[in-house]
């Protein structure tokens, strides 16, 4: 993606600071005196689409479900909308000093972790649906009862192509705006979860119910929270949720990460894992200009915690299932471009993956295109995606009983049922790659008992 961090989706479009105010204070008082001290256009509740009401009835509920969930206090987040002709930078400096002030950050629109580095000698293929070590075996799944997906899910991104001939995923009520821009990246990941039988093959769980909310909400704000929170809303216990982000850093702002990073995007997928969804995540592509990936571990948060690390004592698990990528040729190398470290629970293909859409390039008006070109971080856990639906889809068939977050995780990064890296989980630090006939075969059966 040759396009910077600083240029947003349109030309005049205003950024987003997310700011947390400090607790035990009128939350809503001080935003508006937040808005005239630093003359921004306007304050909003981080969170609208969903009600504050039913907000505490999640919170609740995910009290019950999970008892290691600490739930926050949601009401305190707001979106100050800055002008694009601001300096944000500075203004967030400003603001961060204040004292009334928890926490603040930037919300930008952030290419999505898909990745040019694809291979011209190897024509793309559907071997990552070959048996292991090759790829996931599918269609080993696909003779389960339940094997092609009964299962909701929800791909969180910002566009699609919503009328490609083999892509059958819907709109809600909340889903927001659909970007053209990116409609290239949303079609390839849905093609890889549920490509319906047309002449470019297809998908992993084709007749898994997918659905579709974008970042951009409906008020034209980039919100990534607000869209998780809103998915929330449409989804249940066992269900998917698809998350295909990645964030900066302003601190760093050539470095990708997981979007977990912000603390309001952490608390809600936090929120969705307590509730029983399953939160899938990439690990991101490095960086925005050189592909150089990063070390999940090595990351520090604004008061110097490593959060994405899981033998630091500040380590936060949010229960989601972070990917990365390897190579589609054995053994399985780590992308380079890759995000990596001990956070990162399994990896898949991050090239050469047949697909919808006409990525790297565009489908226009067309909507019968297909690409053997996709790939990055994106294209790796789009392939998890449609493994986890496969799997909590025969599970629910065959045993009645869908597997928990923290169930399904555990499967996904066992070394006993998976594959491994080409230089193994320790130096790789990107997990294993499922395998379908073992899980189906050896670890199923062990939970549906």
Not at 67 to 90: G, V, W
Not at 182 to 208: C, N, R, S, Y
Not at 232 to 249: C, F, K, M, N, T
Not at 315 to 339: C, E, Q, W
Request: proline share 5%; net charge positive; hydrophobic share 35%.
């Amino acid at each position: 993606m040759k396009s910077r961090v600083k240029k947003n989706i349109n030309a005049g479009l205003n950024s987003t600071i997310v700011v947390k105010l400090k607790d035990n204070i009128h939350h809503y008082a001080l935003a508006k005196n937040l808005c005239k001290t630093f003359q921004v256009i306007a304050v909003k509740k981080l969170f609208t689409t969903v009600s504050r009401r039913a907000i505490k009835n999640f919170t609740k509920k995910a009290e019950r479900n999970d008892p290691a969930y600490i739930s926050s206090d949601l009401f305190s987040y707001f979106s100050l909308i800055c002008p694009h002709t601001i300096d944000t930078k500075k203004l967030l400096d400003r603001i961060q000093q204040d004292k009334r002030v928890e926490l603040a950050y930037t919300e930008w629109e952030i290419p999505p972790p898909y990745s040019k580095m694809y291979n011209d000698s190897l024509y793309g293929s559907r071997d990552y649906f070959d048996p292991a070590p090759k790829g996931i075996d599918a269609p080993y799944a696909w003779k389960q009862k339940g094997g092609k997906g009964k299962i909701k899910f929800i791909d969180i991104e910002l566009g699609w192509n919503l009328e490609h001939e083999a892509i059958k995923a819907g709109t809600l009520p909340t889903t927001g705006i659909n970007f053209p821009q990116f409609k290239e990246h949303g079609t390839a990941v849905l093609g890889i979860i549920m490509m319906q039988d047309k002449k470019g093959g297809i998908g992993i769980a084709p007749e898994a119910e997918g659905k579709l909310i974008s970042q951009c909400r409906p008020c034209g704000d980039i919100n990534t929270p607000d869209a998780i929170m809103a998915a929330i809303a449409h989804l249940s216990r066992g269900d998917i949720l698809l998350l295909e982000i990645q964030s900066i850093d302003m601190r760093y702002p050539e470095k990708l990460w997981p979007v977990e990073i912000h603390k309001a995007t952490y608390e809600v997928i936090r929120l969705a894992t307590a509730l029983g969804i399953i939160v899938i995540e990439t690990a991101g592509n490095g960086s925005i200009n050189n592909g150089r990936s990063n070390n999940l571990k090595m990351y520090k948060d604004i008061e110097g915690k490593k959060r994405l690390d899981t033998a630091s004592k500040d380590f936060k698990d949010s229960g989601a299932i972070i990917v990365g990528a390897a190579s589609s040729t054995l053994p399985h190398a780590r992308m380079n471009y890759s995000n990596y470290g001990n956070r990162v629970d399994c990896y898949a293909w991050g090239e050469n993956i047949v697909t919808t859409g006409s990525y790297p390039r565009s489908s226009g008006m067309a909507v019968n295109t297909y690409t053997a070109r996709f790939g990055g971080t994106s294209g790796a856990t789009a392939i998890i995606t449609g493994v986890a639906i496969a799997i909590q889809s025969i599970m629910e068939a065959n045993y009645n009983y869908r597997l928990s977050p923290y169930q399904m995780r555990s499967i996904l990064g066992s070394d006993y049922y998976n594959t491994p890296s080409a230089l193994g989980r320790a130096s790789d630090k990107i997990g294993v790659m499922p395998d379908l006939k073992k899980i189906i075969d050896k670890a199923l059966p062990l939970f549906g008992t």
